[in-house]
Nanobody
Framework: QVQLVESGGGLVQAGGSLRLSCAASGRTLFGYFTGWFRQAPGKEREFVATINWRGIVTSSSDSVKGRFTISNDNAKNTVYLQMNSLKPEDTAVYYC???????????????????WGQGTQVTVVS
């Protein structure tokens, strides 16, 4: 089992920045990939970005490219999402999730992930 705890969300003005953290416990993230998703009110969960344990960014959404950066710190068993130039449309609950390449599946889709955090709210005001 992997337990995931997100932190770093909050209220920020448009154009500002936030850094989200996803701390994993229960086992190392060695061999896994970790993704960030977000869900705005009334909308479906949306893929943001994913990174493998080697620190290679395997995919990211076009809507955040150039603004959001996913990274990891294996020593801390933590994955980060640095969000810059935030826009009101980035407002959502942000979730991190962990999956295994052994299970297959498209890393941009939720079914590829086995473990999920509880989410952290990000609100961007204009």
């Amino acid at each position: 089992q992997v337990q995931l705890v997100e932190s770093g969300g909050g209220l920020v003005q448009a154009g500002g920045s936030l850094r989200l953290s996803c701390a994993a416990s229960g086992r190392t993230l060695f061999g896994y990939f970790t993704g960030w998703f977000r869900q705005a009110p009334g909308k479906e969960r949306e893929f943001v970005a994913t990174i493998n344990w080697r620190g290679i960014v395997t995919s990211s959404s076009d809507s955040v490219k150039g603004r959001f950066t996913i990274s990891n710190d294996n020593a801390k068993n933590t994955v980060y999402l640095q969000m810059n130039s935030l826009k009101p449309e980035d407002t959502a609950v942000y979730y991190c999730a962990v999956g295994s390449p052994r299970n297959g599946g498209d890393v941009r889709l939720a079914p590829a992930y086995t473990f999920w955090g509880q989410g952290t709210q990000v609100t961007v005001v204009s």
